[in-house]
């Protein structure tokens, strides 16, 4: 009985110390392997299929209570600059810059472009 208590206890142990936690502060969904592929097989990433999964990473970031990693917004904002969405990347860039103020002045001067017609 002893060596059956024993055994169910290092079970236990075991699979407790195999059981994964995600500590991470950021929710990172997609948006990792989304910019690998953009990158390597740009063809298979149109704008719009980045905006649907930033979209569903910001919807389950939030479900979650994290945040979403930084760089995300202004990615968003740049796709939906590249669909002609203005009014919509620049709130998506203003949102990165209100929530990673290191990114100012990358923010700004994306913003600047947009506002001179270059999309970019």
Known sequence: MKLLATFLLACGVLLGGCATQDNSLYYWGSYEAMIYEMYVEPGNAPAALQIEKLEQDIQTSDALGKQVP?????HLGMMYAAEGKAGLA????QKEKSLYPEATIMVDTLLKNQQQGGNQ
């Open 70 to 74: 930084p760089g995300l917004y202004a």
């Open 90 to 93: 620049q709130a998506a860039l």
